[in-house]
T-cell receptor
Framework: DAGVTQSPTHLIKTRGQHVTLRCSPI?????VSWYQQVLGQGPQFIFQ???????GRGNFPDRFSARQFPNYSSELNVNALLLGDSALYLC????????????FGPGTRLTVL | GEDVEQSLFLSVREGDSSVINCTYT??????LYWYKQEPGAGLQLLTY?????DMKQDQRLTVLLNKKDKHLSLRIADTQTGDSAIYFC???????????FGQGTTLQVKP
């Protein structure tokens, strides 16, 4: 069975641009969560979506947004990129939202110049 | 509050046991997790323990939970060079849907 997939693998943007990251959950999983991992730190929670609705949001500015599609895949959008947005963005999928084990994808490495 | 603390670095010799420690703060956490991250990769789920358990063993991995002290440990028996990675402890506060991670412990295994 395919695990969590994310695209693209790597991305380079400049300050002020916007970016869209994509995630496909494990087949049968209905919840997707997004995390930001800055170099040298543990992942920080950004969003959780379950059944296409936002179920949780971390302490991130409104420049960060996400959505979940009917096939349970998800997009994370970041507007007006800052140098500090450079990080590994991780997507995790779980069966349902608030209680199930989360399985992570390989991540998208975003570099903002 | 929500906070998870781990020591930053551990070095062991191949064949020895490794013990990685973690403290957490949220007593509502139903599950506690250990994830492994190799360079440039995502997080691999290693194991987890339910909060009403004291110990869980899974092949070379042993997880110990002291709920009173909010202390979690991961023991890796017969540590191999392939175990070299960053290990993250994470709490999962009840009904929040979010994992709270520590800063990670880098395990270095010397031949």
């Amino acid at each position: 069975d395919a695990g969590v997939t994310q695209s693209p693998t790597h991305l380079i943007k400049t300050r002020g641009q916007h970016v869209t990251l994509r995630c496909s959950p494990i087949s049968g999983h209905k919840s997707v969560s997004w995390y930001q991992q800055v170099l040298g730190q543990g992942p920080q929670f950004i969003f959780q979506y379950y059944e296409k609705e936002e179920r949780g949001r971390g302490n991130f500015p409104d420049r960060f947004s996400a959505r979940q599609f009917p096939n349970y895949s998800s997009e994370l959008n970041v507007n007006a990129l800052l140098l500090g947005d450079s990080a590994l963005y991780l997507c995790a999928s779980s069966l349902v939202g608030s209680t199930d084990t989360q399985y992570f994808g390989p991540g998208t490495r975003l570099t903002v110049l | 509050g929500e906070d998870v603390e781990q020591s930053l670095f551990l070095s062991v010799r191949e064949g020895d046991s490794s013990v990685i420690n973690c403290t957490y703060t949220d007593s509502s956490s139903t599950y506690l997790y250990w994830y492994k991250q190799e360079p440039g990769a995502g997080l691999q789920l290693l194991t987890y323990i339910f909060s009403n358990m004291d110990m869980k063993q899974d092949q070379r991995l042993t997880v110990l939970l002291n709920k009173k002290d909010k202390h979690l440990s991961l023991r890796i028996a017969d540590t191999q060079t392939g175990d070299s990675a960053i290990y993250f402890c994470a709490e999962f506060p009840s009904n929040t849907g979010k994992l709270i991670f520590g800063q990670g412990t880098t395990l270095q295994v010397k031949p």
